[in-house]
């Protein structure tokens, strides 16, 4: 999942996210995730109550922000 490239995003948000889970997210049953469709792309809002998927959810998005900020040098 992690050779994707830009355009790795364009795939969540069609066909691999059609039922509203993410293999990525999955863990706690109480983890919702909300898409909206922006101009430039989609917006992700990943919500749990679950303290450790918290966390877990957080260091992903913060990699996640890492490997944008790699891509975009």
Do not use: I, Y
């Not at 997210?25 to 909206?36: I, Q, S």
């Not at 998005?61 to 944008?68: P, Q, V």
Request: with cysteine; aromatic share 4%; proline share 4%.
């Amino acid at each position: 999942m992690m050779g994707g490239g830009p355009g790795m995003m364009g795939g969540w948000g069609a066909g691999m996210m059609g039922d509203g889970a993410c293999p990525m997210f999955m863990g706690a049953t109480n983890t919702k995730m909300e898409v909206k469709k922006l101009d430039k792309g989609v917006s992700m809002t990943v919500t749990s109550s679950d303290p450790a998927t918290v966390a877990r959810l957080q260091k992903m998005a913060e990699a996640m922000r890492l490997m944008h900020e790699a891509w975009n040098q």
